[in-house]
T-cell receptor, first 114, second 116 residues
């Protein structure tokens, strides 16, 4: 089974621009979660999508948004980029309905904002 | 807000030594997961523990979930250079928002270096 894939792997943007990141979950996984990882804050939860609906959201400003398509692929968008948005953005998929909801992560997109 | 504290933050040991990494919280979790992350990659799931007092072994790695389901430990026996990486614990629970969401709260990790 193919793992979680994320594109692009690396991205450099300037302040004020917007960016869209893409995630394809493991086949059969309908839940997709997004995380931001920085050296200072560690892994922080952004949001979770299931069946094209956002069902949970972390404590991030409205500049961070996402969506999920009918094939479970997901995208996240960050508008009006700030220097502090530089981070590794990780996507994880899981089997909805499993008791412990193990998450399987993609390799991440490294975003650098200059 | 649920928080997970991991200790130590950094650990540098010689090949062949034993080590223990701790993950503590004041909150109860439904499950506790351990991940290892290598530079430039996403975290890879090592184990999930769901029952208080549960112990799981994965070759030289032993994972324990506390009786009260608030803490966990990871013990590595005879560490090898291939064990080098960032070890993350994550507590799982159903989200207060309901809607069937299950949320993971991550610790900040323990960065392990095993020197040959």
């Amino acid at each position: 089974k193919a793992g979680v894939t994320q594109t692009p792997r690396y991205l450099i943007k300037t302040r004020g621009q917007q960016v869209t990141l893409s995630c394809s979950p493991i086949s059969g996984h309908r839940s997709v979660s997004w995380y931001q990882q920085t050296p200072g804050q560690g892994l922080q939860f952004l949001f979770e999508y299931f069946s094209e609906t956002q069902r949970n959201k972390g404590n991030f400003p409205g500049r961070f948004s996402g969506r999920q398509f009918s094939n479970s692929r997901s995208e996240m968008n960050v508008s009006t980029l700030e220097l502090g948005d530089s981070a590794l953005y990780l996507c994880a998929s899981s089997l909805a309905g499993s008791v412990s909801r193990e998450q399987y992560f993609g390799p991440g997109t490294r975003l650098t904002v200059t | 807000t649920q928080l997970l504290e991991q200790s130590p933050q950094f650990l540098s040991i010689q090949e062949g030594e034993n080590l223990t990494v701790y993950c503590n919280s004041s909150s109860v979790f439904s499950s506790l997961q351990w991940y290892r992350q290598e530079p430039g990659e996403g975290p890879v799931l090592l184990v999930t523990v769901v029952t208080g007092g549960e112990v799981k072994k994965l070759k030289r790695l032993t994972f324990q979930f506390g009786d009260a389901r608030k803490d966990s430990s990871l013990h590595i026996t005879a560490a090898q250079p291939g064990d080098t990486g960032l070890y993350l614990c994550a507590g799982g629970d159903h989200s207060p928002s309901g809607a069937g969401s299950y949320q993971l709260t991550f610790g900040k990790g323990t960065k392990l270096s095993v020197i040959p």
